[in-house]
């Protein structure tokens, strides 16, 4: 037996958060990223008093950045309330029980932890901040509770990232400074010097591809790690078709200019969801998605024109339905 999921929340109910949301941060943010632009382009004056009075208003803006980034999630807080309470299982809604002094105080003491680290708490900062929306996200009185650790995020960030990624730079640098020393050597032009740049950057290109991949993997793996009412809910996946998958699905997006990328997403939401298990002891549940290539492609184009059309004011409407005509879809299969 399968049971579908769907999603009540209207655009009505979030258009005035959307406002809010456009006013005192998309509008803000954009003007300050602007001045710290401007203040990067222009040459500094003569003197020390010039020099420090350019550093310091770098610095003033780069901190109303920071403020302004901690608003953005203090109305991303009512945004994923509203969101969690929309969504229905068994004609019972999702209840939500945070509240925001208790993720504020949260957010910003995770936030002041990661600047000091200079970012190495950050892998904690997203566990935590996972933690809080999943423990007070609940349906029939029983709650969520995620599993992962922040230890093995750090390891994922690490081993499926940063490592890759300073190899990868160390390549591309020896190969850019083997080309200079050749050219200096022999003081001139090397036609096959042009051949080694677009290998350069075919390779940068396909290994920054395959790095995010990677990534991209096995941090939605870490994510999907939660227990409810005694359930175990994981992937069940192997890592080479996942990634051969998740590379079929961002080639084509790739080559379509993205015009395929919507469908894209569905494929690989489906595979995934089709993967999803909750186990606990004598039973087991398997998640899925219907699956509509054609419908969805239209479905969704359509939500993204519309949102285009109008600027983003209509994306309350565009995200609710979306969220629904996907939700509607999914089901848990007993």
């Known amino acids: 037996m399968k049971n579908y999921f769907k999603f009540n929340l209207t655009g009505k109910k979030l258009i005035p958060l959307w406002l809010l949301f456009i006013l005192l941060y998309i509008i803000p943010y954009s003007v300050v990223q602007n001045q710290i632009q401007e203040l990067s382009n222009i040459q500094q004056g003569n003197g020390i008093i010039s020099h420090f009075l350019q550093i310091g208003n770098v610095f003033s803006l780069k901190v109303l950045s920071l403020i302004l980034f901690v608003l953005e999630y203090a109305i991303l807080f009512y945004f994923y309330k509203m969101a969690i ?30 600047i000091i680290t200079i970012g190495i708490y950050s892998p904690w900062f997203l566990t935590n901040m996972y933690k809080f929306f999943a423990t007070n996200s609940k349906h029939e009185g029983h709650k969520l509770d995620f599993k992962g650790k922040g230890s093995d995020l750090l390891v994922i960030i690490l081993v499926s990232f940063i490592i890759p990624l300073m190899v990868f730079s ?33 390779f940068a290109i396909v290994s920054i591809i395959l790095i995010s991949i990677n990534f991209t993997y096995h941090f939605y793996k870490w994510c999907v790690n939660l227990s409810f009412k005694g359930y175990e809910i994981k992937f069940e996946t192997e890592f080479w078709p996942s990634v051969q ?55 969704i184009w359509g939500q993204i024109l519309l949102c285009i059309v109008t600027l983003g004011i209509y994306f309350p409407w565009a995200y609710c339905k979306i969220c629904n005509y996907v939700l509607c879809k999914t089901y848990v299969e007993e």
């Open 245 to 299: 998958q998740i590379l079929i699905q961002v080639v084509l997006s790739i080559i379509s200019f993205g015009i395929y990328a919507p469908v894209a997403s569905l494929r690989l939401y489906q595979y995934f969801a089709e993967r999803t298990v909750a186990r606990k002891e004598g039973s087991v549940k398997k998640f899925g998605y219907n699956l509509a290539s054609g419908d969805d492609f239209l479905t």
């Open 85 to 114: 309470e929309a969504v229905e299982f068994k004609e019972k809604v999702f209840t939500f029980s945070g509240k925001f002094e208790s993720f504020m105080s949260l957010f910003i003491s995770n936030l002041l932890f990661t």
């Open 170 to 202: 160390a390549i591309v640098m020896i190969g850019a400074i083997i080309g200079g020393i050749m050219k200096i050597l022999l003081q001139q032009e090397i036609p096959e010097m042009s051949g080694l740049v677009i290998g350069l950057i075919c």
